[in-house]
Structures are given as structure tokens and as C-alpha cells.
């Protein structure tokens, strides 16, 4: 979570972004390729920073949260213009792009590694104004990592 945070901040030295990040403390672990999650991570954070270009204020929220069956949710939310309805139905889809020279693959990408994690990624309007994005990987207790021992 602090790598990708860290690497989406680079880009932001002429706007600067307020980032919070709320990780709830009685998550341990969860069972994920790192380098993939860090990539969806890092995907949601861009795309939120970007879409708060023209916002006065800038802030970027990244949240955890323990949820059923063992899964725990994390969260990516903008206070930026946010995302037309109509758009946010086919957002996931291949080649579906907000953006002026995306390429429309990155939220596609994000939903595959997601899905393959076992999770399911949303999208919605955030409260404050802006987007949420969200998204549940499987946790892990210590108990399932040591074999039951």
C-alpha cells in the first residue's frame, strides 16, 4: 500500500495531492500477488489524481475495511469531477476511456487482476463529490498461512 501510494505521489509535484490513507489496523494479511495489486493500486490512484486536475482541492483517500467471509475491501476515493453514469455501466470494458489519450485498458486490467485474486472491484460516486473505487481481496489469517499448525 505505501510503495504504490509513494509511486503515484511522484507525479504530482506541481499539483500537489493531500493523501490519506485510513488501513485499518486489525487487517494482517491478505493472500494476493503483490506486484499485481500494487499495479491496480497504483492504476486507481493515477486516474484519481488526474481527475482532480482542475479541483481546487486535492484529496486522495485509500481505505481498508475487514468485510465478510473473510475478504477485506479496500478503497481508492477522489474528490474530482467524477463519472457520468452512463460511462461508469461500461467503465470495466475494454477500450471504455474518460480520458483524452487513455487507451481504455487500466480499469480492464484492474477487474482481471482483481477477479483472478478471487475479489470483485466497483466503482460509485463518492459522497464528498468525485469517484470511489473498491475492490475485496481475500484475507489471510496467520493460522492459514502456518498450515493449521
Known sequence: MEEATALALVATKEQPVRM????????DLVLVDRIQIQQVLLNLMRNGI????S???????????????????V?????????DPEIRARLFRPFVTTKRRGMGIGLSLCRTIVNSHGG??????????????RFTLR???????DGGE
Open 20 to 27: 490519506t490513507l485510513r488501513l485499518d489496523p486489525t487487517i
Open 50 to 53: 488526474e481527475a482532480m486536475q
Open 55 to 73: 479541483s481546487p482541492h486535492r484529496e486522495l483517500v485509500v481505505t481498508t475495511t475487514p468485510e465478510a467471509d473473510n475478504m477485506v475491501g
Open 75 to 83: 478503497s481508492v476515493a477522489d474528490n474530482g469531477s467524477g463519472i
Open 120 to 133: 470483485e472491484i466497483t466503482t460509485g460516486p463518492n459522497p464528498n463529490g468525485g469517484t470511489v473505487f
Open 139 to 145: 484475507g489471510v489469517s496467520p493460522e492459514e498461512l
